[in-house]
């Protein structure tokens, strides 16, 4: 019993003593606690009920009515208990459900080695070879077994650098920042990694693509097998012989909070598109992959500069490169050569229009159609380039490390052409609109021969198209 009945039983008693003195309701004249702790046993309740006075009978009904409450109390008490019990456990259980389903939904347990390991050995098995591989180019820009080739070429210099994660892992989620554009905070959220561990990975990432893998990939086509497939290639598309590349350049945007650590002058990055770029150049073959790139210059550069600034250049001024693939046209004694738009200077390796209104001849307004439809071959390869590696439609790495991460997007994208990957939606790049390019005095010999070379080749397309 508690505190409070026992207080309200004593009181009773005291009242029946005073009610009725010579009745006494204990059987002996003990002490009050031992005559508490015997009560029902000493105390019978016919002597109560028969008692001559109505004292025992109103006391003996008041304590039993007591005692029910007593216990009605305790049981209601006891139910509330175990029901707030069973509230807080099933309270518990539902919180911890929830903060396991959280934790099962959170972005670093989908990205994290154990998730990508079951990707890489269990669930990518599991899905016929269509789903797999579209499911592997959704994630990181490229089929699995184009992403496992570069992993296993990468493999031995990332294990030299002492990184603590593993290579593929790695390679991996480098290829999904340059494949989604993410910013190295936003990764380093979804992987639970600090934002300087994964520049740091970028870095030595992107740095190995275009040092170690650039050989590999981006060939200039020497030997003579792939110098005649690559002009039969372009003689097919354009009816012109001995065509063996295409050149062109593409301003790739940078985030105005990249250049805040340039000591020169920052306008020199501003393009005439209106935001700030690096300047690159490729030169396309017939199946859009790149033998030559170059980032060089910054976006207030035009096309000509950076091209006399580049290493193929002045290879083809000096006469180092020398493909063994000549024909006669006319009279005119004509090596491969690569083609551009007018932005680039007429010269005996490099075929331009004529004019870029079409204000010439018959024969040189069909020369400059068919010249400017090998060149769409450049365009057409720059635009899958930024369809595929979206970083390079708004660049977030640091100035200093953008001609390496643009270098490794041009490696991975040949490795795509090569293997023959879908070609995605292409990026459409802005109008051409500069102005032709002017020819320096030191060129002067080149422009010359060139200038005779065009008007041959012209006249000789002209011809054979019209006899047709």
Known sequence: MDETFMLMLSNLLHLHNSLDPATSLLSSTTTAAAAASSTSSATSSTSLLTSSSAAPLIFFTLSSLLSFLSASKQKSSSSSSSAAKNDAASASATAAASSSKNDAASPSSDYSVAAFRALTTEHIWSLE????EAH???????????????????????AASNLSLPSDYAVAMVLSRLAHGLSAKALASRYSLEPYLISKITNMVTRLLATKLYPEFIKIPISRRRLIETTQGFEELTSLPNICGAIDGSHIKIGNGKLKHVSLNQNQY????????????????????????CVKASGGADDSAHFRDSLLYNRLISGDIVWDKAINVRGHHVRPYIVGDWCYPLLSFLMTPFSPNGAGTPAQNLFDGMLMKGRNVVVEAIGLLKARWKILKDLNVGINHAPQTIVACCVLHNLCQIAREPEPEIWKEPDENGTPARVLESEKQFYYFGEGLRQALADDLHQRLSTR
Do not use: M
């Open 129 to 132: 070879a269509p789903l797999r």
């Open 136 to 158: 592997w180019r959704s994630l990181y820009g490229l089929s699995y077994p184009v992403f496992t080739t570069v992993v296993e070429k990468l493999k031995p210099y990332i």
């Open 270 to 293: 501003r393009c005439k598109y209106g935001y700030n770029s690096v300047l690159l150049q490729v030169v396309a073959d017939h199946r859009k992959i790149f033998w030559d790139v």
